[in-house]
């Protein structure tokens, strides 16, 4: 198994560290900047011996090693910086991920592609314009990421551990996420049989600015460490065929009353890539707010040039 990171800032150097660890396949790392993904490889070579895990890294410059991956994860592109929300992104991010689309194209047509560049929907649906892959095997990170931040500020607020809690958010990653408190379950209860609505709705609301939250504490950069962690699981999924159900920035064709946008939802997850959309059954006000999100990743990509 052939498993390529394009990009080697701080979340597509520790996707691939994690990935390599977890014994995963070949691991490529791929930056534009000369020398960058080789000392990457390099360093992460050198800790073999104290790991005692003899996992295959490589580094490289040329975007032609990519050829003939399984599995290719983007995470290329500028990063937030304070106050930038991850629509002003969009224009800066479209043409690296353009470039990059047509490469993953021309050399692993075959591949299985996860997309993790902001603003992540809108690049997703981007990405499956410009490949015309099939959406089963081109998809986002998505809501596998918020739902985990969900769930820590959960355990944090009940004092739990955080694998007690299994919490769902759908809709687009970031600001336009909708986390949904009645499917959330603190060791298969719901959620509002701890928590009174009031403490729900702040923590749903500090859910949904945790990435900005991180952003602004930082200074410069974003997250990395949650999101490389929801990647490699997500890899891992697919590699062990374990057919779970994750959140995954899918693209709807129907499902959820919406056509023709990239979205979170949970998604069941296996080595052939999305198998199916799991459809939750929404009230109208969450049908709603979702169909909002939709149309607003909709009109954005179209306006992207092909």
Same mark, same amino acid.
């Given at each position: 198994m052939k498993i390529s990171v394009i990009g080697a800032g701080n979340v597509g150097s520790l996707t691939?560290?994690?990935?390599?660890?977890?014994?995963?396949?070949?691991?490529? *790392?791929?930056?534009?900047? !000369?020398?960058?993904?080789?000392?990457?490889?390099?360093d992460l070579e050198d800790a073999r011996p104290l790991l005692k895990f003899n996992y295959h890294i490589k580094g490289s410059d040329d975007i032609g090693e990519l050829k003939d991956s399984d599995i290719v994860v983007v995470t290329a592109g500028l990063a937030? #910086?304070?106050g930038m929300t991850r629509e002003e992104l969009l224009a800066r991010?479209?043409?690296? *991920? !353009?470039?990059?689309?047509?490469?993953?194209?021309?050399?692993?047509?075959?591949? #299985?592609?996860?997309?993790?560049?902001?603003?992540?929907d809108i690049m997703t649906l981007y990405a499956l314009k410009i #490949?015309?892959? !099939?959406?089963? !095997? *081109?998809?986002?990170?998505?809501?596998?990421?918020?739902?985990?931040?969900?769930?820590?500020l959960i355990a944090q607020e009940l004092n739990l551990a955080?694998?007690?809690?299994?919490a769902v958010v759908i809709g687009a990653h970031g600001e336009g996420m909708l986390p949904l408190p009645r499917f959330t379950k603190v060791k298969g209860v719901s959620l509002d049989e701890f928590l009174e609505d009031k403490k729900i709705e702040a923590l749903a609301g500090r859910a949904v600015n945790?990435?900005?939250?991180?952003?602004?504490? *930082?200074? #410069?950069?974003?997250?990395?460490?949650?999101?490389?962690?929801?990647?490699?699981?997500?890899?891992k999924t697919i590699v062990k065929d374990e057919k779970r159900t994750i959140g995954l920035c899918s693209y709807l064709n129907g499902e959820y009353g919406i056509k023709g946008a990239c979205l979170g939802v949970p998604c069941r997850l296996g080595k052939l890539g999305i198998e199916k959309v799991i459809e939750l059954d929404l009230s109208q006000e969450e049908r709603s707010k979702l169909a909002k999100s939709a149309s607003l990743v909709a009109q954005a990509a179209g306006l992207l040039p092909v």
């Open positions: 691939a560290m994690r990935i390599a660890q977890d014994g995963l396949g070949d691991v490529l *790392l791929i930056d534009v900047v !000369k020398g960058r993904a080789a000392g990457k490889a390099m937030r #910086t304070p991010n479209a043409q690296i *991920l !353009k470039d990059v689309c047509l490469n993953i194209k021309k050399q692993s047509p075959g591949a #299985t592609v996860i997309i993790v560049t902001n603003p992540l #490949t015309g892959f !099939k959406p089963n !095997k *081109l998809f986002g990170m998505g809501s596998s990421l918020d739902s985990a931040r969900f769930a820590n955080a694998t007690d809690i299994e945790r990435g900005a939250e991180i952003v602004s504490s *930082l200074g #410069t950069g974003s997250a990395f460490f949650a999101p490389s962690s929801a990647i490699a699981a997500i890899v």
